[in-house]
């Protein structure tokens, strides 16, 4: 895990994670070829990128993953059947499979806990200062998922509380009112893909929201400057609209 500008002063926390596609050397290739590790089987392609362009608009705090979700996946229980991803869409990961269960132990010990750990540490450093604090988690999809194309350039998707994506939902349209937002796409929090959100978001009563953008809106430098200065833009919107109607 990796922890950057941790002393930002926006009310913004972001996280990524799926930021990063490296396989720690002890582990080979897993079985892939290097155009494989490029794809979103491994990580979230762009994510990481307007991740960083947020943090440096924002002066928000920045946590990301490391490994690749190949290793293990920081956005899962610890008891889900793809934390450790045997098959990624139609992609088989060989290494993966009839895991011992000393090596899943050291990938959860060495991987997995100490990136929620950094997130902890920051919220818990935060809420002992007064800070006020908004939990962004930083994603991306693919165009097309089984053979069936995904037509939302953007999705959000919400823990138990809805209030805060659902501010940044209206913060979205109302500044582009033809915009496809996905609610709850191109995944929800029944899909097993909202631990990240909810342990350190709602498990902390703190406003948060997943946000979800198609990887080819954001592979190329004007792509992420477009989205992140929008996303800065908006997450503002949506911040001073939710105190607006907890003033009311």
Request: with cysteine.
């Amino acid at each position: 895990m990796l922890v950057s500008n941790a002393r930002g002063r926006s009310p913004f926390v972001i996280v990524c994670d799926h930021a990063s596609n490296r396989i720690p050397a002890k582990y080979g290739d897993l079985g892939l070829t290097p155009s494989q590790r490029l794809t979103h089987i491994a990580w979230d392609p762009g994510a990481l990128a307007v991740s960083h362009a947020l943090s440096d608009l924002l002066d928000a705090p920045l946590v990301q993953s490391t490994v690749s979700r190949l290793i293990i996946d920081c956005n899962r229980e610890l008891d889900a059947p793809d934390l450790i991803w045997t098959l990624s869409e139609s992609t088989h990961i060989a290494a993966n499979e009839n895991l011992d269960p000393a090596e899943r132990q050291y990938r959860i010990d060495h991987f997995h806990r100490p990136y929620h750990a950094s997130i902890e540490t920051l919220l818990e450093a935060r809420r002992h200062a007064g800070r006020e604090t908004i939990l962004v988690c930083m994603h991306s999809f693919t165009p097309v998922y089984n053979g069936v194309a995904r037509p939302w350039p953007i999705g959000l998707i919400h823990g138990v509380d809805t209030g805060y994506t659902k501010a940044l939902f209206d913060a979205l349209k109302a500044e582009d009112p033809s915009l496809n937002v996905g609610w709850n796409e191109p995944y929800a929090a029944l899909n097993g893909v909202t631990l990240t959100l909810e342990k350190h978001g709602d498990g902390r009563g703190l406003d948060a929201t997943m946000i979800e953008i198609r990887n080819d809106e954001i592979l190329e430098p004007a792509g992420v400057t477009l989205w992140s200065t929008r996303l800065a833009r908006c997450l503002e919107a949506a911040r001073q609209a939710r105190k607006g109607a907890m003033a009311v």
